[in-house]
């Protein structure tokens, strides 16, 4: 492993801990990071000892600042490209209603022992007289290789101990594309109620390193096989399910939206997109109606899908600012480029598709497309061949029009300008007849065919121009 410790960093550490005779290891992510040809620029160091003055040492000899977190027995450095945080070997034990563990110094055996799993439990020495040596006591290479997510100790007390670690063996199983032992399986079943002594916080980071991932879908599957989703999501378990009434039933409205999630993210990798993809069908339960003679209907779930949002953003602790308004804004069109798809698309239809999207189109586009997860091979086609035409629509609708992000030609003020008002309901009532009327294609998104209609309308409701405006 010499090869992949050539950077200055590891030489000093190297130097450093021989002239002290002071045990030092890279340990954890960068070194399971190696062997899985993922470059990486964060380093850990376990010092057996005192960790933060061995870090004071190797930032003087590097003549870089450290910062020193005393509460946590840390102490980070950043040189060049390399971020490094040094630790002491410690021993850990858990109190029942915490994951805080009551830290006390200890050996590498006692450092190797508390790591999550065995691929983080790798240790490559940094000491002259063995520089270089893998340590791994767990057998994390051949778990590397078998791509397997197991813990190092018995699974039920590493997750009873901290169960953010179920979160993580969730989130490494789907961004590494591994699978998880199935006795930590069983384990996460057991331990689902200790989910609760976690914060939503850091619950919802995990979920969001999950739905960042490749492919989200195994980590969902996990987590509502396990059981972990139906403590932290229920709205989304609620999707699970087919009901049949009269012969007729309806599709598994989650393992459609997995589908739809994985399909999304292979065009993209914006985080707030595909949280749309997740969102896009949530209200479908609580608007599910059985319509005999036709079958089942989920009439409006887009409306009270949008509405569902800010409270699961909540709920979840996830931002609530326009990245909700974002994912909201998908929601509640999600439908519309669809139903575009499959009718005469006209001028007016697209118009106000492009005025209610604005600059969110392309987003929206992309999410109709994921939303198509028939199997039927014509339909894909036909679906595509539809969205190809309604895009084109939209670029030349807003090429003709300029509707997107549209601000009206006439606005309020000009209105109690012309006609001496204050405002009231006369200046709203002609403010939306200008929208419509462009909308609809009625006049052009001009300010001098506004300001024209407007003089009309506002002559038909009684009303007298006191002022020209220009």
Known sequence: MKEHLQHHIFKVISQLAGQQNVQAYAIGGFVRDLFLNRPSKDIDVVVIGNGITFAEAVAKKLNVQVSVFKNFGTAMLKYHDMEVEFVGARRESY?????????????????????????????????????GE??????????????????????????????????????????????????????IK???????????????????????????????????????????????????????????GHKDNFYHTLQVLDNICETTTDLWLRWAAILHDIAKPPTKRFEPGHGWTFHGHEDKGARMVPKIFAQLKLPLNDKMKFVQKMVQLHLRPIVLSQSVVT????????????????????LCKA????????????????????????????????????????????????????????????????????????????????????????????????????
Do not use: C
């Open 190 to 248: 057991a331990n689902t109620d200790r989910i609760k002594i976690i914060s939503q916080e850091r619950i919802s980071d995990e979920l969001n390193k999950i739905i960042l991932s490749p492919k989200p879908s195994i980590g969902f599957e996990y987590l509502f096989d396990t059981g972990l989703l139906h403590k932290i999501f229920p709205q989304m378990v609620a999707l699970y399910g087919v009901e049949y009434r009269d012969g007729k």
């Open 134 to 187: 893998l340590l791994d006591p767990f057998g994390g290479i051949t778990h590397l290789e078998q791509k397997l997510i197991k813990t190092p100790l018995n699974p039920v007390e590493t997750f009873s101990d901290d169960p953010l670690r179920m979160m993580r063996a969730i989130r490494f199983a789907t961004q590494l594309n591994f699978k998880i032992d199935d006795t930590a399986v069983e384990a």
């Open 347 to 366: 001028d007016s239809a697209v118009r106000r598709l492009l005025f209610e999207a604005g600059d969110d189109i392309d987003s929206l586009m992309q």
């Open 95 to 131: 109190r029942r209603d915490s994951r805080k563990p009551i830290v006390e110094d200890g050996t590498l055996e006692d450092d190797q022992n508390r790591r999550d799993f065995t691929i983080n439990a790798l240790a490559l020495s940094l000491h002259p007289d063995n520089f």
């Open 371 to 470: 939303d198509v997860t028939t199997k039927n091979e014509y339909k894909v086609k036909k679906y595509r061949q539809n969205f190809e035409l309604v895009q084109q629509k939209l670029k030349d609708v807003e090429e003709r029009d300029s509707i997107r992000n549209w601000q009206p030609p006439v606005t309020g003020t000009d209105i109690m300008e012309i006609f001496g008002l204050k405002e009231g309901r006369e200046v709203g009532i002609i403010k939306n007849q200008i929208r419509e009327a462009i909308l609809e294609g009625e006049i052009p998104n001009t300010r001098e065919a506004a300001l024209e209609f407007t003089i009309e309308k506002g002559t038909q409701i009684g009303l007298k121009v006191v002022a020209q405006s220009k």
